[in-house]
């Protein structure tokens, strides 16, 4: 075994070690004194937590306080996303954006925001979380709003006018809103009740 090979197996060994360590100490299986820790991690403050709950839901909750205009929007998109969306959405080095309604039946579907996606809060969301792709979570929410409305009105969704904010948000009929289903979408002959006891 090469030097690099055997330290990186004596790395994982040891990390292995350590990891069984702390999962046995956390689920009671490793007897210590009373009182005694291993001194791994820290109970998370709020402010810590508060930094990781960003998501936000289909009916809005988690949305914070601001808003955006289409106009706002599309001077955001022209600085920061037309480079990979392009100009107008239609896609460039990264995903299309605009189009497609109408297609989702057809042989080759278009899955945008306009077409595809169910609710317009999913779409705050993920340009909160992870847009510019090289600087995710840097906008501040006004800029997402602002976003939100731009991309939604080059998609015919909302108005050149229209301004979103945390309640306006929510109540945007996307146009593909009923278009998912919770349950099985296959035939009933492919379909079987599941066997729960007595079962060969």
Not at 33 to 52: N, S, V
Not at 108 to 126: C, E, H, Q, R
Not at 157 to 168: E, G, H, M, P
Not at 173 to 193: H, I, L, Q
Request: glycine fraction near 12%.
């Amino acid at each position: 075994m090469s030097m690099h090979k055997a330290g990186v197996a004596a790395i994982a060994a040891a990390l292995l070690t350590l990891g069984c360590a702390n999962q046995a100490g956390q689920s009671g299986q490793v007897h210590k004194p009373a009182g005694e820790r291993y001194g791994l991690g820290k109970t998370p403050t709020a402010q810590e937590i508060a930094g990781w709950n960003i998501d936000i839901a289909p009916d809005g909750s988690g949305l914070p306080p601001g808003s955006g205009t289409v106009a706002q929007g599309r001077a955001l998109y022209a600085a920061q996303c037309a480079a990979c969306h392009g100009a107008t959405g239609q896609g460039g080095t990264a995903a299309r954006l605009v189009g497609g309604q109408g297609t989702l039946t057809s042989d080759k579907p278009v899955m945008t925001i306009g077409s595809f996606w169910p609710y317009a809060t999913t779409l705050y969301d993920y340009i909160n979380r992870a847009m510019p792709w090289d600087r995710p979570q840097s906008l501040k929410p006004n800029e997402v709003y602002a976003l939100t409305a731009f991309l939604l009105h080059m998609n015919g969704i909302v108005d050149a006018n229209a301004s979103l904010d945390a309640t306006s948000l929510p109540k945007v009929a996307m146009p593909n809103r009923n278009g998912f289903t919770r349950g099985d979408p296959r035939p009933g002959d492919v379909k079987t009740t599941r066997c729960m006891e007595n079962c060969s």
